[in-house]
């Protein structure tokens, strides 16, 4: 496992209100809902930072690749913040960083991993990411590795 990003590695923050059908049997943020957390910040960038329409535009972005580790156990009625950075950009592939923190806390309670294609809607095919989007997505690339 490596060590937990620490917030000041992130410039965007995306807040999450979790839900109590959030907690797994143990008590805690399932593993599943954190996935679903990090996609959500993404795609909530994709839509309000780059406005792309992620429904019926030209582009999808599909996730090809998803990693979490966990750091410390969140729950509901805790309030989350998704710190989101890019790592890489290549072609039509987006490399995302994210972390997972308490309102306030330095150290994330997980952190992982988006990975995305972007795709021509009709035909499916990758495609490069186009100027806009690119210069969009390289103001939160990450200084230091998070």
């Known amino acids: 496992m490596t060590e937990s990003p620490q917030r000041t590695a992130f410039s965007h923050f995306h807040p999450i209100l979790t839900r109590p059908q959030d907690n797994d049997l143990n008590g805690h943020i399932a593993g599943a809902t954190v996935h679903g957390f990090f996609e959500t910040a993404v795609q909530a960038f994709l839509v309000e930072q780059a406005e792309l329409d992620l429904r019926d535009g030209e582009l999808a972005a599909l996730v090809i690749s998803s990693t979490a580790d966990f750091y410390a156990l969140p729950s509901f009625p805790d309030v989350l913040e998704v710190g989101l950075g890019v790592v890489r950009l290549a072609g039509s592939t987006v490399e995302y960083r994210l972390a997972l923190f ?5 150290e994330a309670c997980a952190a992982g991993t988006v990975v995305q294609v972007f795709v021509e809607r009709a035909s ?21 590795q998070a």
């Open 102 to 106: 308490r309102p306030g806390e330095p």
């Open 124 to 144: 499916g095919r990758p495609v490069a990411l186009p100027a806009a989007l690119e210069m969009i997505l390289s103001g939160v690339v990450l200084e230091q």
